[in-house]
């Protein structure tokens, strides 16, 4: 029978919590310490996160010397997807704020994504997405953002300026002209396309299957920058 083994715990910077990665027959699993036991990520069922990346990433992969970013370095589903659609030429930075996550896509973790943090394109930065995204001015093709479990269902109070008016904003700014903005939720959300337009956005809301064609579905959106 399969059970969950603990392989590591990673602290959270400034937070006081902590991601836990554990082991479950042939895959991984994290889950936030001392949480309600749901799990935040897995080996298994990732579908969601390689369309959060297939999706813009295939429509700007023309562009020369394309640059992404993508909040949330997670399992590394979403930065091999990037990789895959883009050409030899692109390069794709990935904030991710907790050190202990960098270091799991480091070893057998990383083996589920085929080790895209490897990848001579990659660039990780040991950065909150916040902190990129405030220090950039029309710099990506297209920004990935993967943080907590989207604008409706945090976890961390502290991500909650990633999806206001002022981090669209930002995230606005960070774009080149006709940039994409993705953005991965667990659920769907009425008002955060309003909110997109209003920052700014032509955006559409896309449902996708988080394994296959199958079982639960988790919402994108893909908002284009509107003007220069």
């Known amino acids: 029978m399969k059970r969950f083994v603990l392989i590591d715990t990673a602290e959270i910077p400034d ?20 949480g309600n036991g749901n799990q935040l990520m897995n080996t298994r069922t990732h579908g969601s996160e390689d369309a959060l ?21 997670g399992m590394g589903f ?16 990935v904030a991710e704020l907790v050190p202990g996550v960098i270091e799991w896509n480091r070893g057998p973790l990383g ?8 990848d001579r394109r990659t660039r990780v930065l040991n950065k909150d997405i916040a902190d990129v995204l405030r220090s950039e001015s029309q710099s990506f ?9 989207g604008p409706e269902g945090l976890t961390q109070r502290s991500n ?14 960070a774009l080149r002209p006709k940039g994409l903005l993705a953005v991965w939720s667990a ?42």
């Open 53 to 73: 990346a297939e999706i813009p990433c295939r429509k700007i992969a023309q562009r020369p010397q394309p640059r992404v970013l993508i909040g949330g370095l």
């Open 111 to 118: 083996e589920k994504a085929g080790m895209p943090i490897n």
């Open 187 to 228: 659920s769907a959300d009425q008002g955060f396309s309003a909110k997109l337009a209003k920052a700014g956005f032509r955006a559409e809301e896309v449902q996708v299957f988080a394994h296959g064609n199958r079982g639960t579905r988790h919402t994108i959106w893909i908002a284009e920058k509107r003007g220069g």
């Open 141 to 149: 093709d297209a920004i990935m953002l993967d943080v907590d479990n």
């Open 160 to 173: 909650s300026w990633l999806y206001s008016m002022a981090g669209l904003a930002a995230c606005a700014r």
């Open 15 to 34: 937070d006081g919590g902590a991601l836990c990665l554990f082991e479950y027959g042939d895959d991984f699993v994290i889950k936030i310490q001392g």
């Open 78 to 93: 979403t930065l091999a997807s990037a990789l895959k659609h883009l050409g030899s030429d692109a390069e794709v930075q």
